[in-house]
Antibody, heavy 119, light 107 residues
Framework: EVQLVESGGGLVQPGGSLRLSCVAS????????MHWVRQAPGKGLEWVSG????????DYADSVKGRFTISRDNSKNSVFLQMDSLRVEDTALYYC????????????WGQGTLVTVSS | SYELTQPPSVSVSPGQTASISCSGD??????VSWYQQKPGQSPVLIIF???ERPSEIPERFSGSNSGNTATLTISETQAMDEADYFC??????????FGAGTKVTVL
């Protein structure tokens, strides 16, 4: 059974930083791309960032480019999202998501970790 | 930036067919996925590559994609199908794009 467990969310002031982590199990982690998708309270889904199996391609939404950095450690079945220069509008539930392959589809989702940016 | 447009809401009677559209420029040239999200839950993939279904998804869910419009069809709609539905595709820069979502109400 595929499991994705996020951690690292919390309350942070505008301009601050957070590092989200996601530990995966139940599949061969280094065979798949991984993504972060967020959902602001009461709003729709927004793709944030994606990383290929070998970290050869790192992709970002325009809204986070230059502020967020995605990475992965295949030896630890983990993917990370370093979030710097946080803004109030980054407040959301952040989901770790497994890809079906290489940017095909988002086939398994974690439960999410909540990030709140507020003074 | 690439955009996907969905109707905000669709209403359907139990046992009837619901259709949800998703439109975007030359969307038919891209693969579209659909996700179902119920209140308080994480999204679930229900259609990928326009029309393929994960094995655990009921056959009453089907998809198509042509021209500028992709469509999710729910046949013989049940009360349990009441949820938000999001379409999704990848733009030319490998960025994921979601539609704003459609709330399906089963009356």
């Amino acid at each position: 059974e595929v499991q994705l467990v996020e951690s690292g969310g919390g309350l942070v002031q505008p301009g601050g930083s957070l590092r989200l982590s996601c530990v995966a199990s139940g599949f061969t982690f280094d065979d798949y791309a991984m993504h972060w998708v967020r959902q602001a309270p009461g709003k729709g889904l927004e793709w944030v960032s994606g990383i290929t199996w070998n970290s050869g391609s790192l992709d970002y939404a325009d809204s986070v480019k230059g502020r967020f950095t995605i990475s992965r450690d295949n030896s630890k079945n983990s993917v990370f999202l370093q979030m710097d220069s946080l803004r109030v509008e980054d407040t959301a539930l952040y989901y770790c998501v497994k890809d079906y392959g290489y940017y095909v589809s988002l086939d398994h989702w974690g439960q999410g970790t909540l990030v709140t940016v507020s003074s | 930036s690439y955009e996907l447009t969905q109707p905000p809401s669709v209403s359907v009677s139990p046992g009837q067919t619901a259709s949800i559209s998703c439109s975007g420029d030359e969307l038919g040239a891209k693969f579209v996925s659909w996700y179902q999200q119920k209140p308080g839950q994480s999204p679930v993939l229900i259609i990928f590559r326009d029309r393929e279904r994960p094995s655990e998804i009921p056959e009453r869910f089907s998809g198509s994609n042509s021209g500028n419009t992709a469509t999710l069809t729910i046949s013989e709609t049940q009360a349990m199908d009441e949820a938000d539905y999001f379409c999704q595709a990848w733009d030319s820069n490998n960025a994921g794009v979601f539609g704003a979502g459609t709330k399906v109400t089963v009356l």
